[in-house]
């Protein structure tokens, strides 16, 4: 059966939100993150768990998918405990948070396990994420500790 990439486009805090709860447990090499500083776009690949997979039903198996999620309109990125010559190292994306500035531009922050952080500042919210290519099983589901 042919694979259904999801593709989504957010223009609101709301919308960015449902891009945050697809992409929760993905992760992504250090590597796989570009600024285009000319074209004001922020890039980042990863490798997204198939959350919708899962929850359509107990037989179905755990798998990942390759996905891009462009951010555009940016004015500036910022980013805390992540070494960007460390090619190499994973991130574990946890969400996406969003909030209004005073100047009606965005700050939009992507919050990694690890205490990592990318910040990023738009001028509107313009972000797509589009998964890419064909599924792989993954052998484990993401546990998460409660508190």
């Keep these: 059966m042919k694979n259904k990439n999801l593709k989504l486009i957010a223009k609101t805090d709301d919308d960015l939100r449902v891009i945050s709860a697809h992409l929760q447990d993905a992760i992504v090499l250090t590597s796989d993150i570009a600024h285009l500083k000319k074209n004001k776009i922020f890039l ?12 359509k039903g107990v037989f179905r198996k755990n798998k990942r998918i390759r996905t891009f999620l462009k951010f555009e ?18 991130l574990d994306f946890l969400a996406i948070e969003s909030k209004l500035l005073p100047d009606k531009s965005y700050e939009m922050n992507l919050i990694f396990s690890g205490d990592s952080l990318i910040k990023i500042f738009a001028e509107v919210i313009e972000v797509t994420l589009d998964d890419q290519g064909n599924t792989w099983e993954s052998k484990t589901t993401p546990k998460h500790k409660f508190l």
């Design 44 to 55: 980042i690949q990863l490798n997204r768990f198939m959350w919708e997979d899962v929850e």
């Design 73 to 90: 309109n940016i004015t500036k990125v910022l980013s805390k405990n992540i070494i960007q010559k460390n090619k190499s190292r994973f």
